[in-house]
């Protein structure tokens, strides 16, 4: 059975951080319908006044973010003690967990343009170990299709596998197609899969899907992505609902109003991190 949109969604402008400008596509009005994945914010500029004040040290509790630049960079720093950067086309990973600070610095570039994702983390592994991994491009496999290609961000295609996150399953690619191409993915039919539309319109049966679109898909084995005339590039994520309460105050999402009140008293009272490196040491 072809899967079809059940849902579309277009961000709106709004600014985060310290002051950088940004489409927020997904956020507390989806949760249930695009369950697992909480948020999902789009960058795309060539302006680096909309973004290079950054994203100053701050706490989560409960997510993992998944963060691809296409183009552009982003420097992190956390808790854990890890300094990094990824540039483009690269993805930086990070759970979370029990808790976590940390702070994303974005350099100017030319051109910035990705998304970064939240993906809820099950009730059982709200307070886990938090880790943090970079994947770089020469970690993310390019596989070529009729008409495009595929990065495999995560997860797996076919015979291909990418990086795996330690709790949620994601199959996470990015699909390029060149102007009047179509490509189908096979997908197993209760897995909870939404695309998005990073760059150029695309169809999936009959409905139109603009560019900087969320579009959350029916079950099915089979999803179909036709484009237009214009070279398009596609996020496609697939994963596995998780059907559990959500309490979501800020950067921290928890199952129960209680478990947010002990977070903030955690913030409160300096006991948020469990593990803290300190950077003056």
């Known amino acids: ?32 319908d695009f369950d697992p994945i909480l948020m999902l914010d789009s960058f795309d500029s060539t302006n680096p006044d909309d973004y ?111 990086f795996k996150g330690d709790h949620l399953p994601l199959d996470y690619y990015d699909i390029h197609l060149e102007p009047n191409k179509e490509f189908t993915i096979e997908t197993p039919n209760d897995k909870s899969v939404m695309i998005f539309t990073l760059a150029g319109d695309v169809y999936v049966g009959d409905e139109h899907i603009e560019e900087k679109t969320a579009a959350k898909l029916s079950n099915g084995d089979s999803l179909t992505i036709k484009n237009n005339d214009k070279y398009s590039q596609v996020l496609f994520m697939s994963s596995d609902k998780l059907e559990e309460s959500v309490a979501w105050a800020g950067p921290i999402v928890m199952n129960t109003t209680k478990e947010i009140q002990e977070a903030y008293a955690d913030l409160r009272n300096d006991t948020f991190v469990k593990e803290k490196i300190d950077f003056n040491a």
């Open 1 to 32: 059975m072809e899967r079809k949109v059940i849902d579309k969604v277009q961000g709106f402008r709004t600014r985060d951080g310290a002051g950088v400008s940004l489409v927020r596509v997904l956020g507390h009005d989806t949760v249930k």
């Open 52 to 162: 290079t004040a950054g994203f100053p040290m701050h706490p989560h509790r409960g997510i993992e973010t998944i963060t691809y630049l296409y183009k552009g960079r982003m420097v992190h720093r956390d808790t854990l003690g890890n300094e990094d950067g990824i540039g483009d086309g690269e993805v930086q990973w990070m759970c979370a967990g029990s808790g976590i600070e940390h702070e994303e610095m974005i350099p100017p570039a030319d051109r910035m343009i990705g998304v970064q994702l939240w993906l809820n983390l099950p009730a059982k592994d709200k307070m886990s170990h938090p880790t943090y991994r970079n994947i770089k491009k020469d970690e993310i496999e390019e596989i070529q299709i009729d008409g495009g290609f595929i990065r495999l961000i995560a997860g797996n295609y076919k015979e291909h596998s990418g």
